[in-house]
């Protein structure tokens, strides 16, 4: 039996957390499984109780749990609280003690949304499935850093470093992720220029020694960049370094167009996972149900498959949510003309039904 502990947080959080609940619930029947879930504050309303963004009751049952499933933090009520006290300093805190090196980030644009993409229609096609992994927590954010005085004024320095064990198991996530996709997988780097790039290449070709059905092939950040917008359908899996992945997978995302839909995972070796949409807690809409519950949803979709090792589950969600936007359900984010505005609730609902069949 796994364990979930659940971090609604704010906002809009535990109103997707809700009907992510419900689908994994629909699957827990269908798939005669049981997940012991409970449910812990975390962010402003953890705040609230205990001072803590956090606070070690949740950060103990986070730290046994085998997944961790998280809402949104952060609103109006806790912007003036300083820094290292705010909600979102528990985000860092969270995925720091949960040690979570590789972060999965899939910009899927579903066919009956392509209208939203920015992109011109012959380019998105019939839609987008590219799956973005970033190291997560090596390279230039955590490497040597520091500032000296010149005659002049000040310079600056920040070191990107990776190691080999660095570089090889966040290459096994994604060729890993390949293996249960289209088998190929595009490496960022900068190698015409960056040593640290230069090591990353070689390691990953080593890896990809060990996956001869996947096909590798190697890419300049900035090239990388360019064909995101020009010819985005030629990816699969993108593998990159924690900064280069910062960048790109936020300019795949925008190819989708729609904020709530869009899931993450963020994985360690032995595949506890911390699994969140990407939005945040929209206090503009909170408690209107307003929210798109499905970047949540589809991010138990991604527990099932990454930390659950439960391929057939995790289809059954995303094909159900094609499903449900292909009969013409929206919510208000994605919503186009002739279609059937539902709320949060009937949102979850609908992928339920679905899912049951
Ligand atoms: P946001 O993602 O919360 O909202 C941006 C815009 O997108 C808003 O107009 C919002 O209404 C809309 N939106 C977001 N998610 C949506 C959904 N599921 N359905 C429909 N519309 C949705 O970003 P923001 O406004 O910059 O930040 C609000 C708060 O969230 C801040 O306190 C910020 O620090 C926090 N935040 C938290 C996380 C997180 O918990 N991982 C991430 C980003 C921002």
Redesign the pocket.
């Known amino acids: 039996m796994y364990k979930i502990a659940v971090l609604p ?5 535990p109103e ?1 957390v809700n009907e992510a609940l419900k689908v994994l619930n629909a699957i827990e029947r269908k798939y005669g499984v049981d997940f012991e879930t409970a449910i812990y504050p975390f ?1 402003g309303i953890a705040i609230d109780k205990t001072g803590d963004p956090y606070p070690a009751e949740t950060q103990e049952a986070c730290l046994k749990s085998d997944a961790v499933l ?7 009520k ?2 003036a609280l300083p820094g290292s006290k ?3 300093a528990g ?1 860092l805190a969270l995925r720091k003690s949960l040690n979570v090196y590789a972060n999965l980030r899939p910009a899927i644009l579903y066919e009956p949304l392509k209208n939203a993409s920015p992109l011109k229609a012959e380019i998105v096609g019939d839609g987008l499935d590219v799956l973005v992994v970033r190291e997560l927590t090596g390279g230039i954010y955590f490497g040597t850093r520091g500032r000296e005085k010149t005659d002049t004024g000040y310079k600056a320095y920040d070191t990107e470093i990776y190691s080999t064990e660095e570089i090889k198991r966040i290459a096994k996530v994604a060729f890993d992720a390949a293996m249960k996709r289209k088998k190929k997988v595009t490496s960022v780097d900068k190698a015409n220029i960056l040593e640290s790039s230069r090591l990353w290449r070689e390691t990953v070709e080593e890896v990809a020694k060990d996956y001869p059905e996947v096909t590798l092939e190697h890419m300049y950040v900035d090239n990388a960049s360019m064909q995101l917008i020009k010819n985005p359908r030629q990816f699969d899996v993108i593998v990159t370094s924690n900064m280069f992945g910062d960048i790109l997978s936020d300019e795949a995302s925008m190819l989708t167009g729609s ?2 839909m869009l899931p993450s995972a963020s994985l360690r070796d032995d595949r506890v996972g911390l699994y ?10 909170a408690g209107t149900k ?7 949803i589809l991010s138990v979709a991604m527990m099932l498959r990454y930390s659950f090792d439960m391929e057939d589950a995790a289809r059954d969600i995303e094909d159900a949510v094609l499903s449900v936007l292909k009969k013409g359900y929206r ?3 994605i919503m186009q003309d002739g279609m059937i505005l539902v709320n949060t609730v009937e949102m979850g609902d609908l992928v339920v039904e679905e899912i049951r069949g």
């Open positions: 947080g704010d906002g809009i959080g997707v962010g998280l809402g949104a933090v952060g609103g109006p806790w912007d705010r909600p979102e985000l904020i709530g969140e949409p990407v939005h945040g807690s929209a206090p503009d809409i307003k929210a798109n519950p499905l970047a949540t919510t208000q984010d």
